[in-house]
């Protein structure tokens, strides 16, 4: 089925917690995990696969900190921890080989050698020319 990949990168690894609720927001809808992830600037699948590649007591510490930022869900203030609690245990004990993928950088060690000598050209470049324009009143 196309599309369904992109709305579940990692398959069905993550769906009994990223589908699971963390409680209801102000107008009494109810709010996932998915959506309180992404509503904190997280992006949901990598999120779940890093905290399922924690252990259950780090990722429940880790998740509890971001819930207790969440101010969408008002009862998360004083439960944020409890619901941690519930939610980690949802997460998979073992990862599947496509979602091990999404903990893992992209480019080891960030940009490779030569794209950072030609980024830092680059910005060299920029300041030169910065400095040049402002002597010349430009």
Known sequence: MPGVEYLRPDGTDFDRFLYAS???DQDGSVVTVVSALARLGLDP???AAKLASLGREAACARLGRSLSGFKDVPSLALEHAAVA??????????????????TKPAIPNGLPIRARWVFAIF????????????????
């Open 22 to 24: 963390v409680g209801k």
């Open 45 to 47: 699948w990598k999120e």
């Open 85 to 102: 609690a519930a939610l980690t245990a949802l997460l998979p004990d073992r990862l599947s080989r496509r979602a091990t993928k999404l």
């Open 123 to 138: 910005m060299v470049f920029l300041v030169l020319a910065r400095v040049y324009f402002l002597a010349n009143g430009g």
